[in-house]
Each structure stands twice: as C-alpha cells, then as structure tokens.
C-alpha cells in the first residue's frame, strides 16, 4: 500500500516568504518551509504535495480534489484565514485530518486578524511558532493517523 499522502497549502503573499516583512514572517522562503515539511513528512512515512496560490479558487478546487485521497491537509491560507468561507466549507465537506497554521500568531497582532473562518473545521491549530510549525503539524498528523 503507498503512503498516506498529507496537501499542504499555502494562501496570498506566501509566495513572498523571505523577502515580505521578515520581522513578522522570518526569513526562510516558501521553499524552505515545503523543504522541512517534506522531510518531516518522508521520515513519518507521509508523502506529501504541496500547492500555493494567490487565488481562493485554486485553494477550494485543490481541498474539494482532496476529498478521498488525501489522509491530512495542512493549511496556511494567509489572510484568506480571516474572511473566506469558502475554504470554511470547502474543509467542512473534506473528512481527513485539518491542521491550521501560521507562522505569526495572528491573536497577537491587529484586531481583523483574531477572527479564523478555518478554525472551527480544523482538527487543530498551530500558530506563532515560525518555521517551526511546519514540522509540528506533520508529527501532528502522523499522530493524529496513528
Ligand atoms: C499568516 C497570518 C495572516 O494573518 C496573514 O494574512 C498571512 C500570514 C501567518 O502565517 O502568520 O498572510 O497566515
């Protein structure tokens, strides 16, 4: 049987990574991040694919393409986070594990940004730990897969 696969999905401006406000964001890229989640991933017995895009639309197609052949998905979708319902529904009709991360703490920071549309149909969150994050959320699905 081939390993369970884990999508890990990216929003707006994360393709930025590295070069958009390091202060908040650090300066690793978006290459970097996908690179320690699919080694985290490869040692955890996961195999995982890996999609970013400015467009909600690419989000709610790649979740919806999810649905019965992907055992997690891990999601950073950026300020897509705070208003789009449709990545809401999109994760409230796919059954796997959901993992929500950021690599800032968004509660910490400007009021709009404490309000999570993904929240309340992930499994779990991970927030404020940086790169970090990312290799927590596969030890977290490994887990969360038995
Ligand atoms: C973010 C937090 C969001 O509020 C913000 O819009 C992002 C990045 C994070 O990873 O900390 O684009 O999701």
């Known amino acids: 049987m081939s390993d ?24 690793a890229t978006l290459d ?14 996961l195999t995982l694919e890996h999609l970013q895009s400015n467009a909600e639309s690419d989000l709610v197609d790649a ?12 999601i950073n ?7 789009a319902w449709s990545l809401h529904d999109a994760l409230a009709a796919y059954d796997g ?3 929500e991360l950021h690599l800032s703490n968004p509660n910490a920071r400007e009021a709009w940004r404490h309000t999570s549309v993904v929240s309340p149909v992930a499994t ?3 927030v404020g730990l940086g790169g970090h ?3 927590l959320a596969i030890e ?7």
């Open 63 to 74: 979740i919806q393409g999810a649905r019965g052949r992907c055992a997690a998905i891990v």
């Open 4 to 27: 369970p696969t884990v999508l890990l999905l990216h929003g707006p401006n994360l393709n930025l990574l590295g070069e958009r406000e390091p202060e908040i964001y650090g300066t």
């Open 124 to 126: 779990g969150t991970i």
């Open 77 to 83: 979708p950026g300020a897509l986070t705070h208003y």
């Open 32 to 45: 970097d991040h996908v690179a320690a989640a699919r080694s985290a991933a490869g040692a955890a017995g």
């Open 140 to 146: 977290a699905v490994r887990r969360l897969l038995g």
């Open 133 to 135: 994050g990312y290799v």
């Open 97 to 99: 594990v959901v993992i």
